[in-house]
């Protein structure tokens, strides 16, 4: 069964540095996501992308956010300038049009 | 904006015990209800869906769901419960035309041989 997966399943970084976490989607699909879960808490969502831009965002996904499908395989998300709050999982998610979304298995980020 | 209410946090059961998982929702419109399952260590899955029509859904593993229009209600439903089936549940809403996926809080199910 196709699968998302997402890398590194950990990151550890210091407050003030960029990350980018690394997603690859389903093959096939045409919509992709990124969500974040911080531990305790909701799953959140952060943004969605389609046809090569953002479609839609919330109210987390501020500057120091952004999202990116450098090649036809990977969609990435960039943190500019990481903070202590934004230690979470995040999950990277894609679809079809039928909207199931279809979910990696998170990379878990730690900022020091 | 939408909420998802999931009213048991943590929920502990013998094996062959049936199973009600609460989900309540607060929109006004249409919307897509999904619940997904997160064991141990693996990714969220899917568990079923309803976007329209028959409001019992069958999905994997013998799970299904009750859509309640009038209650705001997905609740979702295992009669016989097995050791398996210990995992963190997520209710989730989409609006009709919206991407976004709201998600509960969750609930701990743990089931005990």
């Known amino acids: 069964e196709p699968e998302v997966t997402q890398t590194p399943s950990h990151q550890v970084t210091q407050m003030g540095q960029e990350v980018i976490l690394r997603c690859v989607p389903i093959?096939?699909?045409?919509?992709f996501y990124w969500y974040r879960q911080i531990l305790g808490q909701k799953v959140e969502f952060l943004v969605s992308?389609?046809?090569?831009?953002?479609?839609?965002k919330s109210e987390i996904f501020d500057d120091q956010f952004s999202v990116e499908r450098p090649d036809g395989s990977n969609f990435t998300l960039k943190i500019r300038s990481t903070k202590l709050e934004d230690s979470a999982m995040y999950f990277c998610?894609?679809?079809?049009?039928?909207?199931?979304?279809?979910f990696g298995a998170g990379t878990r980020l730690s900022v020091l | 904006a939408q909420s998802v209410s999931q009213h048991n946090h943590h929920v502990i059961l013998s094996e062959a015990a049936s199973l009600e998982l609460g989900c309540n929702y607060s929109?006004?419109?249409?919307?897509?209800l999904f619940w997904y399952v997160q064991y141990p260590g693996q990714h969220l899955q899917l568990l079923l869906k309803?976007?329209?029509?028959?409001?019992l859904v069958k999905g994997i593993k013998g799970f299904e769901a009750e859509f309640i229009k009038s209650k705001f209600s997905f609740n979702l439903r295992k009669p016989s419960v097995q050791w398996s089936d210990t995992a963190e549940y997520f209710c989730?809403?989409?609006?009709?035309?919206?991407?976004?996926?709201?998600f509960g809080s969750g609930t701990r199910l743990q089931v005990q041989p």
């Open positions: 998610a894609s679809t079809t049009e039928k909207n199931i979304q279809y």
């Open positions: 309803y976007f329209s029509g028959d409001p």
């Open positions: 929109y006004g419109g249409t919307v897509n």
């Open positions: 093959s096939n699909h045409l919509y």
């Open positions: 992308f389609y046809n090569n831009e953002i479609s839609e």
């Open positions: 989730a809403v989409i609006p009709t035309g919206r991407r976004a996926l709201t």
